[in-house]
């Protein structure tokens, strides 16, 4: 980045990396979509930064971007991260950012498998960054506070004494947050939170509200690299508009719930 160059970096947001065969999700991405994504962005010469290197730098702290940043984050810990994301970002020599719903680590049926503390380990030796993700992901803006408190304390200790490193960060389930969501997260020792908003992150970003960008299995390739580019695309657009949309409905039950308890 040159001093003249206006911040502008993509923040991808991903869930889970399999095929169709393995998840109906249309949140996921195969892992062959997902090594092109990666050859993609290496062959355009992006480089790739953790989430909290990012948040640091915004917030004002040492380090700078490289040219052309790009930030990679998985959301929920899906053991496929271990198993087909994880080589495939070595493999490019690229880090990211894995955050962890704590509720769920070690658990499987018989469709998915999430990451156990083992993998959470290695992955962090990996030179992954780990952040939290709540403990039951939640819509935290419906919650009362006692419980907004337990989900963002819980899950961020969980992480730091089975792991024996510092948790600076989350990404909020369903890039839901509000005003009290934020200031909890500040006051409990986070240093930044993300959503979704699916627009790409500036230097005027709030630390507790960054923007990422989603990445599903429709996402086209033309798709991918306008959206890294900063370009708008129809699909970012619609989900612009079904957020902004139901973050009306959001407010209203929490200010409804909110009555109901005064009453």
């Not at 040159?2 to 892992?31: F, G, K, N, Q």
């Not at 998915?112 to 819509?139: D, F, T, Y």
């Not at 408190?149 to 730091?160: A, G, H, N, P, T």
Request: charged share 20%; net charge neutral.
């Amino acid at each position: 980045m040159t001093a003249a160059s206006p911040l502008r970096v993509p923040v991808l947001m991903y869930h889970e990396i399999a095929d169709i065969s393995a998840t109906p999700s249309r949140l996921a991405v195969s892992p062959d979509v997902f090594a092109d994504q990666l050859a993609y962005l290496r062959d355009a010469g992006f480089n790739a930064v953790t989430a909290g290197a990012l948040s640091a730098i915004l917030a004002g702290g040492a380090g700078h971007l490289p040219e052309r940043p790009v930030v990679l984050t998985f959301d929920d810990g899906y053991g496929d991260f271990y198993s087909q994301a994880l080589p495939l970002l070595k493999q490019h020599g690229y880090t990211g950012t894995l955050f962890m719903t704590t509720g769920w680590i070690g658990k499987a049926d018989e469709i998915k498998r999430m990451l156990n503390w083992r993998e959470l380990a290695e992955i962090e030796q990996a030179g992954i960054e780990v952040g939290a993700h709540s403990c039951k992901h939640p819509q935290l803006d419906q919650l009362p506070e006692n419980s907004i408190r337990e989900e963002l304390y819980v899950s961020k200790s969980l992480l730091e004494d089975n792991l024996g490193l510092k948790i600076p960060g989350l990404a909020y389930p369903f890039g839901y947050s509000n005003a009290k969501v934020r200031r909890m997260a500040r006051e409990i020792g986070y240093d930044y939170g993300y959503a979704v908003g699916n627009a790409m992150t500036t230097g005027a970003a709030d630390a507790f509200a960054l923007p990422r960008l989603t990445v599903r299995r429709a996402t086209s390739m033309d798709d991918f690299r306008k959206m890294v580019s900063g370009e708008d695309t129809m699909m970012l657009r619609q989900d612009r508009v079904l957020t902004s949309g139901y973050s009306v409905v959001r407010r209203a039950r929490s200010t409804l719930r909110t009555m109901r308890g005064q009453a």
